[in-house]
Structure formats: structure tokens, C-alpha cells
């Protein structure tokens, strides 16, 4: 079964505190990934599309990177304005319509 | 701006009532979906549409029924079918499956 897992459901930073979050993925084959931040009340904002392994994207201080069974949003120097939900999403190359999306992890950066 | 506007931003059920959430898009993208959010879970997939006056349920179609009349607008109704409707409803469309998906603000539907 197809499935996306985001780690840690939460994370508490303070500003300037560089960390990491997870997506671990399990599909039969992978046609792009997707990270979106999603602020409260409000729908997710497309951040980054990934494709195949090694590949990067820059934003700001996001970075995202891509392995084979799993992608990384790198936060640098987080700042407060960066607390929001992170989610990834899966599109399977078992084909149709259907992106997977993980629960998500919600960050928050302090002051 | 090009944009998906979702329609009310809150909305309340009766019992036994179907209620309808509005989705429009000026972003000329054929494909249209309807998602469900609950806290602690992933978007869950109520139904997709491609092109006009054609739609596919998604992982939870029960309860709901969608109509894709015209290219901008893709409705969502929550039928009295549906027995835990409470809940942020998020409607989004693409150019194409494998591009990224733009949202809507969401609507909460709540029980009174």
C-alpha cells in the first residue's frame, strides 16, 4: 500500500536553530513529490516539486532534498514567521489521479 | 490574481440537511479536486474531476456528490448521507495530475 510519513509530528525551534524534517515514502515507482506549508486556517501553499533522487530546490532558508525512500526540508536560521504545518505529498507511478499526502509536521519557531 | 476562492469560509449543518460548498477557479486548469482534512490526518481525496461534466471518486466519495458544469467551478455537496461531516474541506485544481496543486482558503463544516 502506498503510503508518506512525515517525522516529528512537531517541532519547536528557536530562532536560528537549523533543523530538519522527514518524509519517508512507500510507493511502487514515483512521478514527483510535493511539500507545501500550510498556515493555520488556511490551504497549503506550494513550496517545492521534486522528481528523482539527488535532486534539490532552494527557497529562502528551505531547502528540500530527494533519496530514493525519503526527502528532507532543511530549515536554515529558522525565523518565527517560518511556524506553519510542512506537508509532503506523493504522486505514485501507479498512475491516475491520486497524490498521497502525509499528516504533516508542525513547526514552531521561537523568538 | 489568478486563484481558487472557496465559499463560506464556515459553514453549519442541521441534521438531515445537505449543504453545498462553492469552489471557483480563474487559474484555467482543467483538473479540480475536493479534500478533506482532519487534525492529525493526511488530505484525504473525496472526488477529482478532469475535464467538465466529468469526475472520479476519490478515497472517500461516500456521503458526498460533486457536478462539474463549467471549467471555473467544481461545488461539493456534503449530503445528510454523510454522518461525520465536521471537518476542513479544501478544494484545489492543477494543469495537469502530475503538477503541483494550488489550494483554496477551506471551508469548516461544523454540526449544530
Known amino acids: 500500500e502506498d503510503q508518506v510519513t512525515q517525522s516529528p509530528e512537531a517541532l519547536r525551534l528557536q530562532e536560528g536553530e537549523s533543523s530538519s524534517l522527514n518524509c519517508s515514502y512507500t510507493v511502487s515507482g514515483l512521478r514527483g513529490l510535493f511539500w507545501y506549508r500550510q498556515d493555520p486556517g488556511k490551504g497549503p501553499e506550494f513550496l517545492f516539486t521534486l522528481y528523482s533522487a539527488g535532486e534539490e530546490k532552494e527557497k529562502e532558508r528551505l531547502k528540500a532534498t530527494l533519496t530514493k525512500k525519503e526527502s528532507f526540508l532543511h530549515i536554515t536560521a529558522p525565523k518565527p514567521e517560518d511556524s506553519a504545518t510542512y506537508l509532503c505529498?506523493?504522486?505514485?507511478?501507479?498512475?491516475?489521479?491520486?497524490?498521497?499526502f502525509g499528516a504533516g509536521t508542525r513547526l514552531f519557531v521561537k523568538a | 490574481d489568478g486563484g481558487i476562492t472557496q465559499s463560506p469560509k464556515y459553514l453549519f449543518r442541521k441534521e438531515g440537511q445537505n449543504v453545498t460548498l462553492s469552489c471557483e477557479q480563474n487559474l484555467n486548469h482543467d483538473a479540480m479536486y475536493w479534500y478533506r482534512q482532519d487534525p492529525g490526518q493526511g488530505l484525504r481525496l473525496i472526488y477529482y474531476?478532469?475535464?467538465?461534466?466529468?469526475?472520479q471518486k476519490g478515497d472517500i466519495a461516500e456521503g458526498y456528490s460533486v457536478s462539474r458544469e463549467k471549467k471555473e467551478s467544481f461545488p461539493l455537496t456534503v449530503t445528510s448521507a454523510q454522518k461525520n461531516p465536521t471537518a476542513f474541506y479544501l478544494c484545489?485544481?492543477?494543469?495537469?495530475?502530475?503538477?503541483?496543486?494550488?489550494f483554496g482558503d477551506g471551508t469548516r463544516l461544523s454540526i449544530l
Open positions: 484545489a485544481s492543477s494543469q495537469g495530475v502530475e503538477q503541483p496543486q494550488h
Open positions: 505529498a506523493v504522486h505514485p507511478n501507479t498512475g491516475g489521479f491520486k497524490t498521497i
Open positions: 474531476s478532469q475535464i467538465v461534466n466529468d469526475f
